[in-house]
């Protein structure tokens, strides 16, 4: 079994600034990929931005230059600066990650509950 849990959502005011962590744990032999998707009311969930080994980051357009993605693999966590909030960043947010349990095992994906990220005045 793998957890991945995200803390770090909440209320912000436009232009403001918050940072997402999603730490993955139970049995894990190793991690491919890491990331963030969201998903607003009414809307499909998005990727907003992913993190594999080199690392390689890959960001969605709407993102790009406001948000940065991180990772510390010997935590098993992922983070999400999130600068210059816009009111269509309010979403839930959910972190991702790409996980092989044992050695035997073939990579499968793992998801958190969510954490609401609300931008408003």
């Known amino acids: 079994q793998v957890q991945l849990l995200e803390s770090g959502g909440g209320l912000v005011q436009p232009g403001g600034s918050l940072r997402l962590s999603c730490a993955a744990s139970?049995?894990?032999?190793?991690?491919?990929?890491m990331g963030w998707y969201r998903q607003a009311p009414g809307t499909q969930r998005e990727m907003v931005a992913t993190?594999?080994?080199?690392?390689?980051?890959n960001y969605a357009a709407s993102v790009k230059g406001r948000f940065t993605i991180s990772r510390d693999n010997a935590k098993n966590t992922v983070y999400l600066q999130m600068d210059g909030l816009k009111a269509e960043d309010t979403a839930v947010y959910y972190c991702?990650?790409?996980?092989?349990?044992?050695?035997?095992?073939?990579?499968?994906?793992?998801w958190g509950q969510g954490t609401l990220v609300t931008v408003s005045s």
């Open positions: 991702y990650a790409r996980i092989r349990p044992r050695r035997s095992s073939p990579f499968s994906d793992a």
């Open positions: 139970g049995s894990i032999f190793e991690i491919n990929a």
């Open positions: 993190i594999i080994s080199g690392p390689i980051t």
